[in-house]
């Protein structure tokens, strides 16, 4: 099994910064992919960037620009960053780090709160 502890979030000015981490352990060498996917009050979970163990990378097109993810492999653990620069109120949310095994297995964290006030 793989588990997931996220760090950072918090609260934001638009136009500020705020990066959020997410520690892998466990059965790391099984994953594929880690990712960072966000939800807002009464709306569907989006996903916002994911990177894969080639270090290819996924973002969505409303993030594009503005946040980086990266991915640093350890022997016993990957730690995946997610750098948000110019956040807009629109970023409010929860942040879920989630992590995709082969055979497609998704493992999700408990999420962290992002706050932009404009």
């Known amino acids: 099994q793989v588990q997931l502890v996220e760090s950072g979030g918090g609260l934001a000015q638009a136009g500020g910064s705020l990066r959020l981490s997410c520690a892998a352990s466990?059965?790391?060498?099984?994953?594929?992919?880690m990712g960072w996917s966000r939800q807002a009050p009464g709306q569907q979970r989006e996903l916002v960037a994911r990177?894969?163990?080639?270090?290819?990378?996924?973002?969505a097109d409303s993030v594009k620009g503005r946040f980086t993810i990266s991915r640093n492999n350890a022997q016993n653990t990957v730690t995946v960053y997610l750098e948000m620069n110019s956040l807009k109120p629109e970023d409010t949310a929860d942040y879920y780090c989630?992590?995709?095994?082969?055979?497609?297995?998704?493992?999700w964290g408990n999420g962290t709160l992002v706050t932009v006030s404009s």
């Open positions: 989630e992590a995709i095994q082969y055979g497609a297995t998704y493992t």
């Open positions: 466990g059965r790391v060498f099984t994953i594929w992919s």
């Open positions: 990177i894969n163990r080639d270090g290819l990378t996924t973002y």
